[in-house]
């Protein structure tokens, strides 16, 4: 997640700052260094691990995708290709898109094994890498004031995705086990509103640009919705009414819990 927050701060840079290209170039290099530093361990957890394998796979391994499509755009837009005659953006493009099908086949094939993710807000997740794909490929096939196929169907796909989503029904009454647990109905929903300016842009069409609005107010008002539940929450946990779990003591405790699993069965065995 750090990783992604340098990303994104260097592509939105503001020019009043006058960074100049050439630092830019540095944090793209910083980035995909660490991208594909964690990617290679994580990749290879989704061969091999007992417990987090493809089979095994859930919404957030998506996150492990959109650094890729995040630093395809960050290449792009300093001229990485054109200065260096090395087509990076390209490479980081196609990394993404590949681990992104992988990921969400395997969701859509074995998701309905955990009835409980039904409307689960880390499901949208789904949207989120096909969203800032759209707007990668567009910088990177650059068709003057037209948008290319390739985003063009994304974002239906986006949609059609979407709607299924809001048809299982997302939940945002019950209490967040977890800090952030909802904020995944915040950053997906908020990419795929920038793929929508971003397309409304080259469009150029009113259609277009009230699709674009309407995708808007959807993720601002996510965000509005999410903020004040998770304050709502955060007073009930200073007051002694709720709790708060440790994510990262939770995630260890149940990897304990399978490898002592294994072992009980092996010795049965």
Same mark, same amino acid.
């Given at each position: 997640?750090?990783?992604?927050i340098?990303i994104? /701060?260097?592509? @939105? &840079?503001?020019?009043?700052?006058?960074?100049? +290209?050439?630092?830019?170039r540095?944090? %793209?290099?910083? =980035?995909?260094?660490?991208?594909g530093?964690l990617?290679?361990?994580?990749?290879?957890?989704?061969m091999?691990?007992?417990?987090?394998?493809?089979?095994?796979?859930?919404?957030?391994?998506?996150?492990?995708?959109?650094?890729?499509?995040?630093?395809?755009? /960050?290449?792009? @837009? &300093?001229?990485?290709e054109?200065?260096w005659? +090395?087509?990076?953006?390209?490479?980081? %493009?196609?990394? =993404?898109?590949?681990?992104?099908a992988?990921?969400a086949?395997?969701?859509?094939?074995?998701?309905?094994k955990?009835?409980?993710?039904r409307?689960?807000?880390?499901?949208f997740?789904?949207?989120?890498?096909?969203?800032?794909?759209?707007?990668?490929?567009?910088?990177?096939?650059?068709?003057?004031?037209?948008?290319?196929?390739f985003s063009?169907?994304?974002?239906?796909?986006?949609?059609?995705?979407?709607?299924?989503?809001?048809r299982?029904?997302?939940r945002?009454?019950?209490?967040?086990?977890?800090?952030?647990?909802?904020?995944?109905?915040?950053?997906?929903?908020?990419?795929?509103?920038t793929?929508s300016?971003r397309?409304?842009?080259?469009?150029s069409?009113?259609?277009?640009?009230?699709?674009?609005t309407?995708l808007?107010?959807?993720?601002?008002?996510?965000?509005v919705?999410v903020?004040?539940?998770?304050?709502?929450?955060?007073?009930?946990?200073t007051?002694?009414?709720?709790?708060?779990?440790?994510?990262?003591?939770?995630?260890?405790?149940?990897?304990?819990?399978?490898v002592?699993?294994e072992?009980?069965?092996?010795?049965?065995?």
């Open positions: 997640m750090p990783n992604l340098m994104m /701060l260097a592509m @939105s &840079t503001p020019r009043s700052l006058g960074v100049s +290209v050439e630092t830019k540095a944090f %793209f290099m910083l =980035g995909f260094i660490i991208q530093t990617s290679q361990y994580i990749y290879s957890l989704w091999f691990s007992p417990t987090a394998n493809v089979s095994a796979a859930k919404p957030p391994f998506l996150l492990s995708t959109v650094g890729w499509l995040l630093l395809a755009c /960050l290449g792009d @837009s &300093t001229r990485i054109e200065t005659g +090395v087509a990076l953006p390209s490479f980081c %493009f196609g990394a =993404g898109m590949i681990f992104y992988i990921i086949n395997s969701i859509f094939t074995t998701i309905h955990t009835p409980k993710a409307g689960a807000p880390a499901l997740l789904l949207i989120a890498p096909p969203s800032v794909a759209i707007v990668s490929m567009d910088v990177i096939v650059d068709m003057e004031n037209r948008v290319n196929l063009e169907t994304m974002f239906g796909f986006c949609l059609i995705l979407l709607a299924v989503l809001y299982l029904g997302p945002i009454t019950p209490p967040p086990p977890l800090p952030g647990f909802y904020w995944p109905y915040v950053f997906p929903l908020s990419a795929l509103g793929a300016i397309l409304a842009y080259q469009e069409s009113a259609a277009m640009e009230c699709l674009s309407v808007i107010m959807q993720a601002f008002s996510s965000f919705l903020t004040g539940r998770m304050l709502w929450h955060m007073k009930e946990v007051e002694g009414k709720a709790v708060w779990l440790d994510p990262v003591l939770k995630q260890r405790f149940m990897e304990d819990a399978v002592v699993k072992s009980v069965d092996g010795e049965i065995a």
